[in-house]
């Protein structure tokens, strides 16, 4: 885990990255995140690997009995690894999700239905001092995916979307080069969201136009550090990749020519 970001009076960050780059492209950053609203809201629970210090980092932010929501963004195990450990110091939390997770989540465990409080994107959840907007992201992984718009803090969570590869692991989306940053990006979203190049550019154009009415002022994206004032050229990156090149990684002949060089202290110059 990485120390805990605040980005505003009501939102702090639980970062943490895979502990290794992905050869030829960069770190990945997994957040989860903490929203202080009036009912507080847990964002995504983590990597299960590393149990003991992400329980750590959310206790040294909130009381996890004071957790009312635990939203769910997706099924996948970076964002539902310490779901368990998370329920059980937080009696009082209901899991926010829809039919298809917890359909996917109940191949990991049995979730009863008195754990859960059903939301559909377009539907809304009122957590005391303001109504959170359920908005599934323009790309994402699962079928369960479901972001959220806080109005009140101007932020989008978009769980998978969004994110990016990066040089180093970073506190804010604006410490990385701006080239960088939007070639991380735009690889980052064809790698996860493969069935982009399948998309058509104006049904794809359509749901981005929707992000862009929205205008979150900040993003908080799972898979990269906040960004804040960066929505433009994040969609007009995204508007881009249905017929960009599709991400391939590297293969075992190269992955051992990355890898010898590397162990030699050595810049990897071999391409995937
Ligand atoms: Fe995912
Ligand atoms: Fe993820």
Redo the contacts with the bound molecule.
């Keep these: 885990m990485d120390k805990p970001i605040q980005v505003n009076s009501d939102i702090t960050v639980l970062p943490s990255h895979l502990p290794l780059p992905i050869p030829g492209h960069g770190y990945v950053g997994?957040n989860a995140f903490v929203l202080k609203s009036q009912q507080p809201v847990l964002v995504d629970t983590g990597m299960g690997i590393e149990a003991d210090e992400y329980m750590s980092a959310l206790e040294s932010i909130i009381d996890p009995s004071e957790i009312q929501w635990i939203w769910i963004t997706?099924d996948?195990a970076?964002?539902i690894g310490n779901l368990e450990a998370v329920l059980a110091r937080a009696p009082k939390a209901k899991i926010i999700t829809n039919i298809i997770g917890v359909a996917r989540m109940e191949t990991s465990w049995h979730i009863n239905l008195d754990m859960v409080h059903l939301v559909n994107p377009g539907e809304t959840l009122d957590v005391g001092d303001r109504i959170l907007h359920a908005v599934r992201p323009p790309l994402f992984?699962s079928p369960a995916t479901m972001g959220l718009y806080d109005p009140k803090s101007d932020a989008f969570f978009s769980?998978?979307c969004f994110?990016a590869f990066v040089p180093e692991p970073v506190p804010n989306a604006q410490d990385v080069a701006s080239d960088a940053l939007l070639e991380g990006f735009g690889m980052f979203n064809k790698g996860?969201h493969p069935w982009v190049h399948l998309a058509d550019e104006k049904k794809l154009g359509s749901v981005l136009n929707e992000v862009k009415e929205m205008n979150p002022q900040t993003i908080l994206s799972?898979?990269l550090a906040p960004a804040t004032g960066m929505l433009d050229q994040f969609l007009k990156t995204m508007a881009q990749l249905p017929s960009a090149d599709p991400f391939v990684g590297p293969n075992q002949v190269e992955i051992e020519q990355i890898m010898a060089q590397v162990n030699a202290g050595q810049v990897p110059t071999v391409e995937a």
């Design positions: 997994i997706h996948d970076d964002h992984d769980s998978d994110g996860n799972a898979h």
